[in-house]
């Protein structure tokens, strides 16, 4: 369920210095806040930097209609609007076939019989 992040960031300098992060790295680390529904102070403590950091990013590469919701000031009907609601029945249908695939794999590991010699066994 919760994604780890598993991108580094381009150089890593000591404290004194300016770190540089590519444009995969902050377009990476916003997906990875939005997506996972954790706060963007503990994705920013995962990944080493300060949540004013990933608000900042949000900024640039999240979709207008992040998290499902209309942008400021968007009426209901807007386009605007219907874009956020179609984006949010994406994801939850996303989430959803994720977990159907899930438990077709646990249905077929559980049906398969068992190999422990017990069906040598039977007549």
Known sequence: MGKVCMIKPI???SHG??????ETFKHEAVNNWLG????????????????ERLYSWKK?????AAGGRAPAGAK??????LQAQLDAALR?????????DILKK???ILSEPPTNGLQELTP
């Open 11 to 13: 150089k890593k300098i």
């Open 17 to 22: 210095s300016r770190r540089k992060f590519d």
């Open 36 to 51: 996972s529904g954790k706060s963007a102070e503990v994705i920013a403590q995962e990944l080493g930097i300060k949540a």
């Open 60 to 64: 640039r590469f999240a979709p207008a």
């Open 76 to 81: 209901p009907g807007s386009p605007a609007s």
């Open 92 to 100: 939850e249908n996303r989430h959803l076939r994720q977990q159907r």
């Open 106 to 108: 646990t249905l077929g």
